[in-house]
C-alpha cells in the first residue's frame, strides 16, 4: 500500500469512526503519538497504602509512564520497577533518573518477579503494587496496534516478543476465537464474530486495526464501537493477562516481609474477581466446612485485608481522569510483626 493510499484509508476510517467511540483513554485523532502521556489511578489512595518513606523497598510491577513510581520515589522509598514494554522502560528511566540509586528498572514480566529480585539480592519488600491493563501511551500509538480507534497493524503485544493478535486472529480455530471474545471480552456475539473473521479470513489475512473494526462493526453503529470488547478480550489474549496476574500474586505475596503490603488495580471484572478470591482465601482466620464441627484455623492465612471494599476513584478524580471510571484497588498486608524501617532490601 502506498503511502498516499494508506493516508486516505486512514482518513476514511478516521472519519467513520470518529463519532461511534467512545474509548475511555483518550479523544486524540492523532496518528502517531511521541509523547508518554498516563495519568496514574487511584494515585493519592496508592501512596497512602503504600506509606512510602525512606529505608522501605517497593515493587512496581507495572511501571508504564511511572507515574505511580515517581510518587513512591518522592515519597522516599526505593523503588524497583517493572515492565515489558521498552518504550516505558525507556522513558520512566530518563525521566525519574534523578532518584539515582534508589531506582531500579527491570523489563520482563511482572510474573517473573521473584527470580529478578533474587538476581539483585533482594529478598523481601515493603510493598507491591499491580496497575493492570495497558497504559494511555500504548493505546494512543497507532503503530502497537492496541486501538480500533487508530489504524495500525493488528499487534497488541506490550513486549515485543511472542504471537501477535493478528497471529490469534488469522489462526486460532473458531471455538477458540469464540472463547475469547466471550471469556475476556464479555461479548454477547462472540460465536457470531468468531465465525465473521473465519469467513473474512479466507479470503484474505487481517492485518490492520481498522479491518478488524470494520469487520466487526459491519457498518453498525452505536454509542459504544462494536468491536471494543473483541479489541479488549484479544489485547488480554495476546498478552496472556490473566495468566500472568494468576501467577503474579503467590509470587508477590511470597516477597511481601511481615507488614508489607500489595495493592493491585484492576480495570476487568475477571482480573478483579482473581484478586479477590485469591486476597479473601489468604485472609480468613479460619475455614468451615459443613461436614465439620467446627471451624478450623486457616492454614493459608497470610494477609489482613486493608480494603474490605475494594476503593473505587473519587468524583475528582472521575472527572479529571475518565480512565479510572473502572478501576478497583485492593489491598493486603502481611501478616506478622510490621518490617522495622531501613531494611531497604533486605538481602
Ligand atoms: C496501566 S499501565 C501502568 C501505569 C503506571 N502505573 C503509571 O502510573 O504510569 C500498565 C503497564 O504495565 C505493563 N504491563 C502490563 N502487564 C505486564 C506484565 N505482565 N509484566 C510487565 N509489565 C506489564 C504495561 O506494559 C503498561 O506499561
Same mark, same amino acid.
Given at each position: 500500500?502506498?503511502?498516499?493510499?494508506?493516508?486516505?484509508?486512514?482518513?476514511?476510517?478516521?472519519?467513520?469512526?470518529?463519532? +461511534?467511540?467512545?474509548?475511555?483513554?483518550?479523544?486524540?485523532?492523532?496518528?502517531?503519538?511521541?509523547?508518554?502521556?498516563?495519568?496514574?489511578?487511584?494515585?493519592?489512595? $496508592?501512596?497512602?497504602?503504600?506509606?512510602?518513606?525512606?529505608?522501605?523497598?517497593?515493587?512496581?510491577?507495572?511501571?508504564?509512564?511511572?507515574?505511580?513510581?515517581?510518587?513512591? +520515589?518522592?515519597?522516599? =522509598?526505593?523503588?524497583?520497577?517493572?515492565?515489558?514494554?521498552?518504550?516505558?522502560?525507556?522513558?520512566?528511566?530518563?525521566?525519574?533518573? +534523578?532518584?539515582?540509586?534508589?531506582?531500579?528498572?527491570?523489563?520482563?514480566?511482572?510474573?517473573?518477579?521473584?527470580?529478578?529480585?533474587?538476581?539483585?539480592?533482594?529478598?523481601?519488600?515493603?510493598? =507491591?503494587? +499491580?496497575?493492570?491493563?495497558?497504559?494511555?501511551?500504548?493505546?494512543?500509538?497507532?503503530?502497537?496496534?492496541?486501538?480500533?480507534?487508530?489504524?495500525?497493524?493488528?499487534?497488541?503485544?506490550?513486549?515485543?516478543?511472542?504471537?501477535?493478535?493478528?497471529?490469534?486472529?488469522?489462526?486460532?480455530?473458531?471455538?477458540?476465537?469464540?472463547?475469547?471474545?466471550?471469556?475476556?471480552?464479555?461479548?454477547?456475539?462472540?460465536?457470531?464474530?468468531?465465525?465473521?473473521?473465519?469467513?473474512?479470513?479466507?479470503?484474505?489475512?487481517?492485518?490492520?486495526?481498522?479491518?478488524?473494526?470494520?469487520?466487526?462493526?459491519?457498518?453498525?453503529?452505536?454509542?459504544?464501537? @462494536?468491536?471494543?470488547?473483541?479489541?479488549?478480550?484479544?489485547?488480554?489474549?495476546?498478552?496472556?493477562?490473566?495468566? #500472568?496476574?494468576?501467577?503474579?500474586?503467590?509470587?508477590?505475596?511470597?516477597?511481601?516481609?511481615?507488614?508489607?503490603?500489595?495493592? $493491585?488495580?484492576?480495570?476487568?471484572?475477571?482480573?478483579?474477581?482473581?484478586?479477590?478470591?485469591?486476597?479473601?482465601?489468604?485472609?480468613?482466620?479460619?475455614?468451615?466446612?459443613?461436614?465439620?464441627?467446627?471451624?478450623?484455623?486457616?492454614?493459608?492465612?497470610?494477609?489482613? =485485608?486493608?480494603? @474490605?471494599?475494594?476503593?473505587?476513584?473519587?468524583?475528582?478524580?472521575?472527572?479529571?481522569?475518565?480512565? #479510572?471510571?473502572?478501576?478497583?484497588?485492593?489491598?493486603?498486608?502481611?501478616?506478622?510483626?510490621?518490617?522495622?524501617?531501613?531494611?531497604?532490601?533486605?538481602?
Amino acid at each position: 500500500m502506498t503511502r498516499l493510499q494508506y493516508k486516505l484509508r486512514r482518513n476514511r476510517f478516521l472519519k467513520a469512526h470518529h463519532d +461511534l467511540s467512545t474509548t475511555t483513554y483518550s479523544s486524540s485523532t492523532h496518528f502517531m503519538s511521541t509523547s508518554f502521556r498516563h495519568e496514574p489511578v487511584l494515585a493519592k489512595e $496508592v501512596v497512602e497504602f503504600l506509606r512510602p518513606a525512606p529505608g522501605r523497598t517497593i515493587i512496581d510491577g507495572t511501571l508504564g509512564g511511572g507515574g505511580h513510581s515517581s510518587l513512591l +520515589l518522592k515519597g522516599g =522509598a526505593r523503588v524497583i520497577g517493572f515492565d515489558r514494554d521498552p518504550e516505558a522502560l525507556a522513558h520512566s528511566r530518563e525521566h525519574l533518573a +534523578l532518584h539515582g540509586e534508589r531506582f531500579t528498572v527491570v523489563e520482563g514480566n511482572f510474573s517473573d518477579a521473584l527470580e529478578a529480585l533474587t538476581a539483585l539480592g533482594i529478598s523481601q519488600v515493603d510493598g =507491591a503494587l +499491580l496497575d493492570l491493563g495497558v497504559s494511555s501511551h500504548q493505546l494512543d500509538t497507532a503503530e502497537r496496534g492496541f486501538s480500533f480507534q487508530r489504524e495500525g497493524p493488528l499487534d497488541m503485544r506490550m513486549g515485543k516478543s511472542g504471537p501477535t493478535a493478528a497471529d490469534l486472529v488469522n489462526t486460532l480455530p473458531a471455538s477458540e476465537l469464540a472463547r475469547v471474545f466471550r471469556e475476556y471480552g464479555d461479548e454477547p456475539r462472540a460465536i457470531q464474530f468468531a465465525a465473521r473473521i473465519i469467513r473474512a479470513r479466507e479470503k484474505k489475512q487481517i492485518a490492520t486495526t481498522a479491518e478488524l473494526a470494520e469487520l466487526i462493526a459491519a457498518g453498525r453503529t452505536g454509542p459504544r464501537h @462494536p468491536a471494543t470488547r473483541v479489541f479488549q478480550a484479544l489485547r488480554i489474549a495476546v498478552n496472556d493477562e490473566i495468566g #500472568s496476574l494468576e501467577r503474579a500474586l503467590p509470587a508477590f505475596t511470597s516477597m511481601l516481609a511481615p507488614g508489607g503490603r500489595l495493592a $493491585v488495580i484492576t480495570f476487568h471484572s475477571l482480573e478483579d474477581r482473581i484478586v479477590k478470591h485469591f486476597f479473601r482465601r489468604h485472609a480468613m482466620s479460619e475455614i468451615d466446612d459443613p461436614t465439620w464441627p467446627a471451624p478450623r484455623p486457616n492454614p493459608e492465612y497470610l494477609f489482613e =485485608a486493608l480494603t @474490605p471494599r475494594s476503593v473505587t476513584a473519587s468524583p475528582g478524580e472521575l472527572s479529571s481522569n475518565p480512565r #479510572s471510571r473502572s478501576a478497583r484497588l485492593r489491598v493486603v498486608e502481611r501478616r506478622g510483626s510490621t518490617s522495622p524501617m531501613n531494611q531497604g532490601g533486605r538481602s
